[in-house]
């Protein structure tokens, strides 16, 4: 299945760069165009930059599943750092692409596609590091399979934040520019603050499940994951904890889910790339 890595990365890199260049011609357009109240994109161009992207994630997925699937001797996981980070923003793509449907997020998707696609050029141009493939009938895999979807739920979290934080200050201090086409902040909050519970009960489930399968969990490789995560899961249930019963959002949110992903950032790849790379 290897073979079909580079044409499948190939294919996907162009169709992110052709639904990345369609996105941000029309929102310059909405730009000038904002004074006749355009409420979202003509379908021509909206409909062929969705197509582009869903192509290109077909694309992404099919190189990412081949790189993580080994069928010598056994059938297994290579869960290399590269090919879950590629993996991370497959679901992120996906995951952005369907609320858009919802909510006007084409900003969001102009942060997704580069991610995807540096994430994808890695898993295609630089060798994999030392990992050890998983057997799939192995306990570890519903662990693992959750652990991915909390962090690609969190990780879309922190983009939406990062569009809260410009929205804020766009607010504050009036200005042009693409900024200007952010959805409004009501959407944006609920869409991020739905995210943060997709997240965090998933990364709740990830770590109970971690304690339960893996019995070298405490083994001095991996305690600073360990610790790094259980301190972004406190992070997180601090500010939804605050969210529910203070009603923090806005700048308070995005520094609480900021810090909390960087803590949970460095707990996954800090320690997938000291034991790949380092040891």
């Known amino acids: 299945m290897n073979n079909i890595i580079l044409p499948a990365s190939g294919l996907a890199l162009v169709l992110y760069a052709v639904a990345f260049a369609l996105l941000w011609r029309h929102l310059n357009t909405r730009l000038h165009q904002a004074g006749d109240n355009i409420s979202g994109a003509p379908p021509s161009v909206s409909g062929i930059a969705f197509v582009a992207a869903a192509l290109g994630l077909i694309c992404q997925f099919l190189a990412t599943v081949s790189a993580l699937i080994q069928n010598e001797p056994v059938m297994s996981l290579n869960l290399s750092l590269l090919a879950v980070s590629s993996l991370v ?147 997180y249930v601090g500010f939804l904890t605050g969210h529910h019963l203070f009603g923090w959002r806005g700048v308070t949110g995005v520094r609480w889910n900021l810090a909390a992903f960087v803590l949970l950032l460095l707990g996954y790849l800090g320690s997938k790339f000291v034991l790949e790379y380092l040891l």
Do not use: K
């Open 89 to 235: 923003t497959c679901v992120i793509v996906g995951v952005t692409a369907i609320s858009t449907l919802r909510v006007r997020a084409d900003n969001l998707m102009l942060l997704c596609l580069p991610l995807a696609a540096i994430s994808l050029g890695a898993l295609s141009l630089i060798p994999a590091g030392n990992t050890q493939p998983i057997a799939v009938d192995s306990a570890q895999i519903g662990h693992i399979l959750l652990s991915i979807s909390a962090y690609a739920a969190l990780m879309t979290a922190a983009l939406q934040s990062v569009l809260i934080a410009l929205q804020e200050r766009r607010l504050r201090t009036p200005q042009t520019g693409l900024i200007g086409l952010l959805p409004p902040m009501e959407s944006m909050e609920n869409l991020f603050i739905t995210m943060l519970w997709l997240g965090v009960g998933l990364l709740t489930l990830s770590i109970g499940t971690g304690i339960f399968f893996l019995q070298d969990m405490f083994d001095q490789r991996l305690v600073h994951h360990t610790v790094l995560t259980s301190m972004s899961w406190m992070v």
